[in-house]
């Protein structure tokens, strides 16, 4: 019989979890600081923003938090969609960014050194 092992335990998701739960807290609190300590250093984002497609650097997004500041009345969804030890993706669907607006993200991290990091970010621009 085949070895029939959970390669992913609940601490694992969690840690995961904890990662994007900083993304969260960063734009909760318009820190770009603790943003950078979410996303690896050459990370990247795309989406579209209504009819314009944004892409490039993850500097995008804190140019984005020092012009809109914090977002107190954020509301946010996390889920772990897959997992493996190195890989992982992350849905957050969130209401109410700094700039009232509602996005759905996707986070692909990967763990480097035994820390993970997000290195890209997908997103989606919903009309109001």
Do not use: C
Not at 50 to 68: A, C, M, Q, R
């Amino acid at each position: 019989m085949l070895e029939n092992k959970n390669i992913n335990t609940v601490a694992d998701y969690d840690e995961v979890l904890e990662v994007v739960q900083g993304y969260v807290d960063g734009l909760r609190t318009g820190d770009v600081e603790q943003l950078k300590k979410t996303f690896y250093k050459d990370a990247t984002m795309y989406g579209h923003l209504g009819d314009d497609f944004s892409e490039g650097s993850i500097t995008n997004l804190y140019t984005y938090v020092e012009k809109f500041g914090a977002a107190p009345n954020i509301k946010t969804h996390l889920s772990v969609m897959h997992k493996t030890p190195t890989t992982a993706i992350v849905r957050v669907e969130m209401e109410s960014d700094a700039a009232n607006e509602d996005f759905t993200d996707y986070h692909s991290l990967i763990r480097i050194n035994g820390e993970w990091k997000v290195v890209s970010k997908l997103f989606h621009l919903y009309n109001k």
